[in-house]
């Protein structure tokens, strides 16, 4: 079982930074993707910015230039730098990775979340 803490949520104002970081913990042999997705009140989840371990990232159109996505895969960490937020940023942040565990079986794990809140 792999499991999967969030910090660094917070309340900011529009034009902030914000920091997450998310550190995976468990069976874990290897892991491909991690990444982050969001939803706001009354919407759906949604990808956010993903990386694979190679380095390849994958972010929403609306946050393109604004967040940055990196690993620390010695750590099994992923980070997600935010900057000049948006209330339209506002919502729960999921942590979200997959790979093989070490009884070399695929896994999948969500975070439990953090709350941004972007006050305009």
């Known amino acids: 079982q792999v499991q999967l803490v969030e910090s660094g949520g917070g309340l900011v104002q529009s034009g902030e930074s914000l920091r997450l970081s998310c550190v995976a913990s468990g069976s874990i042999l290897s892991i491909n993707v991690m990444g982050w997705y969001r939803q706001a009140p009354g919407k759906q989840r949604e990808l956010v910015a993903v990386m694979s371990s190679g380095g390849s990232t994958n972010y929403a159109d609306s946050v393109k230039g604004r967040f940055a996505i990196s690993r620390d895969n010695a750590k099994n960490t992923v980070y997600l730098q935010m900057n000049s937020l948006k209330s339209e940023d506002t919502g729960v942040y999921y942590c979200?990775?997959?790979?093989?565990?070490?009884?070399?079986?695929?896994?999948?794990?969500w975070g439990q979340g953090t709350q941004v809140t972007v006050s305009s």
């Open positions: 979200n990775t997959n790979g093989i565990s070490r009884l070399n079986k695929p896994f999948a794990s």
